[in-house]
């Protein structure tokens, strides 16, 4: 057996299955706890989405032997307007409700819109995670190194993601068993996705800087779109610097990874 597919299922394994874990704990702690640390989890993931976007995939989407530079560029574009299609057909959004924060509450609506949310949600999540895969995949088929560090942003955006998505499952009339048990078969798609795209890849190389530019654009639709509105609901002075740090964290983590595993 070729062992890039085993890097290939171990990370997406990671990504899809272990970060619904880590979320489902992290609601065992007190709510109050919850609350404190969530708000630092989402800046450091919007550092560590755009880090592994602009210093990892995209130079290696660009320096991809005999790749048109112009391609991949609009590749990049176009990603980020299907991206935002997608949201407002409420498929790709985590939270998918108009007036809901993705990374804190659900609203009080009425139980019939509850429980739609709740199965809307866990497609959304099955389709995201698909997706996740495929990208996991392609950064392994480019380069191992490219393939640890894009796990570890689809692992740093997943966690505070899960945690706002269990929270409208139970919501919505899941337990918390069976909204544990719908969260972890949806992330296994990601592995899906990730073995789906070796053996389809693997046999299609050309297309592999594409699909990084893809993945390039949905962290940074990601990133722009879904975490950063959250975080100006915190003005204030010492909120915005502590943000600003832990996104330069974020970001500083990647480079650091990418460095030190070239």
Not at 79 to 98: A, D, N, P, S
Request: negative net charge.
């Amino acid at each position: 057996m070729d062992p890039l597919i085993l890097w290939i299922i171990v990370f997406t394994a990671i990504g899809g299955v272990l970060s619904v874990f880590a979320a489902a704990a992290f609601l065992l702690v007190p709510e109050a706890t919850r609350t404190r640390l969530l708000s630092p989890m989402v800046s450091f993931a919007i550092g560590a989405l755009l880090g592994a976007s602009f210093l990892a995939l995209l130079p290696h989407a660009f320096e991809t032997p005999g790749v048109d530079v112009h391609r991949v560029a609009l590749t990049v574009l176009c990603g980020i307007l299907v991206f935002f299609l997608l949201e407002k057909m409420v498929v790709w959004r985590h939270c998918h409700t108009h007036d809901c924060d993705v990374h804190g509450g659900v609203p009080d609506v009425d139980r019939a819109r509850h429980a739609a949310t709740g199965n809307l949600i866990l497609i959304g999540d099955g389709i995201h995670n698909m997706v996740d895969g495929v990208l996991i995949a392609a950064a392994f088929l480019t380069d191992i190194h490219l393939g640890i560090i894009t796990s570890i942003a689809v692992i740093a955006h997943e966690i505070p993601q899960e945690l706002g998505d269990f929270a409208i499952l139970l919501h919505s009339g899941f337990s918390r068993s069976r909204a544990l048990l719908y969260n972890a078969l949806t992330g296994l798609t990601t592995i899906i996705g990730g073995v789906v795209a070796y053996f389809s890849l693997s046999l299609a190389e050309q297309l592999v800087p594409y699909v990084l530019a893809v993945a390039a654009s949905s962290f940074i639709y990601i990133a722009v779109a879904d975490l950063i509105p959250g975080l100006h609901k915190r003005p204030e002075f010492s909120a915005t610097v502590q943000q600003i740090a832990l996104i330069v964290l974020g970001v500083a983590v990647i480079f650091l990874a990418h460095s030190t595993l070239h």
